[in-house]
């Protein structure tokens, strides 16, 4: 087997506690934006979804929800600072 690099990992653990909590004037910004609106988000590497954003909570975290028969049924949380990468507005393709 070979050596493995002593490379520092970017990674860094954190307490839930510790994490950046967006400004009032953002998460408004961030929810007439985004609450109600169907979306394509990230599922996997490679791998889009569809569904609705049903909330933005107060400490910045965006609730996913998909289409279970007639009913929105909650599907996945991502934090606000990832919405760049991980969602996409059905709309726009």
């Known amino acids: 087997m070979g050596k493995q ?3 520092k990992s970017s990674w860094v653990l954190v307490h839930e506690d510790d994490l950046p909590v967006p400004s009032p004037e ?3 910004i961030l929810r ?3 609450v109600d609106m169907q979306v394509w988000f990230l599922a996997a590497p490679g791998c889009w979804r569809r569904g609705k954003v049903c909330k933005i909570t107060g400490k910045g975290d965006v609730k996913i929800a998909v ?3 007639s009913a929105w049924v909650h599907s996945r949380v991502i934090r606000f600072e990832y919405i760049p990468r991980v969602l996409r ?3 726009e393709g």
Do not use: I, P
Request: aromatic fraction near 6%; glycine fraction near 14%.
């Open 89 to 91: 507005l059905a709309s």
């Open 5 to 7: 690099g002593k490379q």
């Open 26 to 28: 953002l998460l408004e």
């Open 67 to 69: 289409k279970c028969g």
């Open 32 to 34: 007439r934006r985004w």
